[in-house]
């Protein structure tokens, strides 16, 4: 494994990837990506004519296609077709659940400093749920 720097035209999404996002997800997505820029490389392999197929990104790749962003920070893996499935499908599915209590605590110390409007424009929360949660505790 190693990172590097690719230019976004070596860069293809995978036409299997079973991650989608809404235009209200990619609208958080891009607004997270302005304000932090890419902090996750994405995950790629190599494939035929130098291009890199993406396993794990290829909705931040099609964001940052959208902003004009080259290059890309990736990992890059050599592996075969039935593990690059694997690693995508973990990738996009293993994680971690909130801890509401906690999640409500961290919720209310960013609404200290941050706007409400600025919070929802890179949480995918409602203005409703998000009060709601300020509100715990």
């Known amino acids: 494994m190693k990172i590097v720097e690719l230019d976004i035209e070596k860069l293809q999404g995978a036409s299997w990837n079973s991650n ?3 235009d209200a ?3 958080h997505l891009r607004a997270c990506i302005k304000k932090h820029d890419l ?5 790629v392999r190599p494939v035929a004519n130098n291009r890199y197929e993406v ?9 940052l296609k959208e902003m004009g962003v080259s290059p890309i920070p990736c990992v890059i893996v050599e592996m075969g077709d039935a593990d690059a499935l694997l690693l995508a499908q973990a990738l996009n ?3 971690g659940e909130d801890d509401l209590g906690l999640r409500a605590a ?3 110390k960013i609404l ?3 706007s409400p409007e600025d919070v929802l424009s890179v949480l995918p929360d409602t203005a409703i749920g998000l009060k709601s949660l300020a ?3």
């Open 93 to 95: 599915h293993v994680h």
């Open 39 to 43: 902090l996750l490389n994405l995950v």
């Open 106 to 108: 961290t919720i209310q």
């Open 55 to 63: 396993l794990s990104g290829n909705q931040r790749l099609k964001v």
């Open 20 to 22: 989608q996002m809404d």
């Open 25 to 27: 997800m990619l609208h």
């Open 112 to 114: 200290e400093s941050i």
């Open 135 to 137: 509100s715990l505790g």
